[in-house]
């Protein structure tokens, strides 16, 4: 696929199939994240594989109902930046690592995988940063989840590229 073939066919997903992704092509789609423009190369994405134990934790503090929305997917990945505390740095560092993201989603969809970028408040705690050992340091951007597709999404149009591009003289 081209670029734009991959750009079009990435869409988020929010039914799953059963399998997880295997641990070699998870390695593969993350080692993806290198690749991503950074400035004074500080390569600030952090990615946390859940294993069931550390789902196990993130339920516990997510409750009963929010714990459901953790099972919809087979393979979940907490994916964060680590910050320094110098403003300028951190938000370049948070867009760097937003920009390794979307390399992933596209090397998911690449290798036939449906993809989620959620954004759970759980992550937004104290209590659920603990439970995945998410430094005080570290911006969380939200937990992708991962796995064979099950159906495919309702398409969702985009306004044209007229309405936000102006080249100016
Ligand atoms: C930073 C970020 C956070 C997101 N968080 C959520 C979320 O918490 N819940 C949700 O349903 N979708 C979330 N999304 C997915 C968007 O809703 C989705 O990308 C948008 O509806 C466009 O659909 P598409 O991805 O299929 O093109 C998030 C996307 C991004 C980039």
Same mark, same amino acid.
């Given at each position: ?101 979307? +390399?992933?989603? $596209? &090397?998911?969809? @690449? #290798?036939?995988? !449906?993809?989620?970028? =959620?954004? *759970? ?21 939200? +937990?992708?989840? $991962? &796995?064979?597709? @099950? #159906?495919?999404? !309702?398409?969702?149009? =985009?306004? *044209? ?9």
């Amino acid at each position: 696929m081209s670029l734009g073939e991959l750009a079009a066919a990435r869409r988020t997903h929010k039914a799953f199939g059963p399998e997880p992704v295997p641990r070699e092509m998870l390695v593969e789609l993350l080692g993806l994240a290198r690749l991503a423009p950074n400035h004074h190369l500080t390569q600030p994405w952090r990615f946390r594989v859940l294993g069931p134990e550390a789902l196990a934790r993130l339920k516990e503090v997510a409750g009963p109902a929010e714990a459901l929305k953790l099972d919809r997917a087979p393979t979940l990945v907490v994916v964060s930046a680590a910050l320094t505390g110098d403003l300028v740095q951190d938000e370049e560092d948070v867009c760097a690592t937003a920009a390794a993201t979307m +390399l992933v989603l $596209l &090397g998911a969809t @690449e #290798r036939g995988l !449906a993809s989620y970028w =959620r954004t *759970p408040s759980v992550l937004r705690t104290a209590r659920g940063r603990d439970a995945l050992g998410v430094a005080r340091g570290e911006r969380v951007l939200g +937990l992708l989840h $991962l &796995g064979p597709p @099950e #159906r495919e999404p !309702a398409p969702r149009e =985009r306004e *044209p590229v007229e309405t936000y591009v102006e080249f100016l003289t």
